[in-house]
């Protein structure tokens, strides 16, 4: 079984504008990873996907955000079989925008 938690670049990085919201995710990231750790071994494994958003797209050497359907096939893959060894796992989904200088 695999949980696949939603979060947020703005977990890793402070939020002037939306400071609840940046919490908020960072709680969300220390639970999937406290529940992967719990949970491991019963078979389950927990995962969080930081996805970006529209604010980023100008961030990132692709210049635009993740489509719902690449966030989406993310979310699949993490929900297969396959990903076992990635437990725990914060994927950070954001068209690398932390990579600006």
Avoid: C
């Avoid at 890793?12 to 406290?34: D, H, I, M």
């Avoid at 019963?42 to 529209?54: L, R, S």
Wanted: aromatic fraction near 8%.
């Amino acid at each position: 079984m695999q949980i696949v938690n939603i979060t947020s670049r703005g977990a890793f990085r402070g939020e002037p504008n939306a400071p609840v919201y940046g919490a908020a995710k960072s709680g969300l990231n220390s639970v999937s990873q406290s529940l992967a750790q719990a949970l491991g071994q019963y078979g389950i494994h927990v995962y969080a996907v930081a996805a970006g958003w529209d604010d980023i797209a100008a961030q990132s050497p692709l210049g635009r955000i993740g489509q719902p359907s690449e966030i989406g096939d993310l979310v699949a893959y993490l929900s297969s079989d396959n990903t076992a060894y990635l437990i725990g796992a914060i994927i950070d989904a954001n068209g690398a925008s932390y990579l600006q200088n």
